[in-house]
């Protein structure tokens, strides 16, 4: 296994720690090191939840938590009373981290005897330029133990896959409101949509997928290796009817497969970068 010293050294010195949480595999790992480096009764897993948190995801990480024995505490945030993200520009992952991050401080640090909070940031994440919740976190001092420790993506699958973690080939899932538009309203509305029409096309045989919304139009994002059997019947008409129940008129396979940072990262590096 990767030698992960770099990260439980940054315990040292804390006597009980809050991980925010959300089940995948940066956080999972984070959590479980902790675990290991502090016990389990000093270490909590902090889920927030919201409508951008899919049910799916939120059971996944319930069972993720306790496969590891840390006990999860969810705070209810409310990014959505915020107009700034409603706004969904570039920043709106800044308006929704400050939220929960506000909500911890509020309502877990005192009440569980927090010495620090930390969060799964990976040395991958660190250099992007779409990742403005970096900013919220740095702006109360959650702590970045995994990039911090110059673990990248691949090292921390490696890292969840030798602890034996049940999400450690868990595909990204970043939160409902990545797949709306910037500048286009975050709506309680579409997220529920995108949320009915991914759990159905999961039930179809696709792990992996966005629906991203479009107003009357889903774009369904696919790995390259899926996109044969999606437009080819009998899924073809699957995925049709799948994405009409949830709302939608019309149903599009982008060709280009799943796109991390498909909406922001052309706004902060150019759309030629």
Do not use: W
Not at 233 to 254: E, K, N, Q
Not at 259 to 270: D, E, H, N, R, Y
């Amino acid at each position: 296994m990767i030698d992960t010293a770099g990260v439980t050294d940054r315990f040292a010195h804390i006597g009980r720690l809050g991980v925010a949480f959300s089940g995948g595999v940066d956080s999972s790992v984070l959590l479980a090191l902790a675990a290991r480096a502090l016990g389990v009764d000093r270490v909590i897993a902090i889920l927030g939840v919201s409508a951008s948190l899919a049910a799916e995801e939120r059971a996944a990480a319930h069972r993720v938590a306790r496969h590891i024995g840390v006990a999860v505490v969810e705070v209810v945030t409310h990014e959505q009373d915020r107009a700034a993200y409603r706004a969904n520009g570039a920043d709106r992952c800044f308006h929704c981290k400050d939220e929960l991050f506000t909500r911890i401080a509020d309502e877990v640090v005192i009440a569980h005897r927090l010495d620090a909070v930390a969060y799964g940031e990976n040395a991958d994440d660190a250099r992007r330029p779409d990742r403005p919740g970096a900013r919220a976190a740095a702006a109360h001092r959650v702590l970045r133990p995994l990039a911090d420790a110059g673990l990248d993506k691949a090292a921390v699958r490696s890292i969840a896959r030798a602890l034996e973690l049940p999400c450690a080939d868990k595909p990204a899932a970043p939160c409902l409101a990545s797949r709306i538009p910037h500048f286009t309203d975050v709506t309680p509305e579409k997220l529920r949509q995108i949320e009915r029409a991914e759990e159905e096309l999961r039930r179809l045989g696709f792990p992996e997928l966005r629906v991203r919304h479009h107003g009357e139009i889903a774009r369904i994002e696919l790995p390259s290796k899926d996109l044969p059997r999606a437009v080819t019947d009998p899924l073809r008409g699957a995925i049709r009817d799948a994405v009409m129940a949830a709302g939608f008129r019309f149903a599009a396979v982008d060709l280009a497969g799943v796109q991390s940072g498909a909406f922001t990262l052309p706004l902060v590096q150019g759309p030629h970068a």
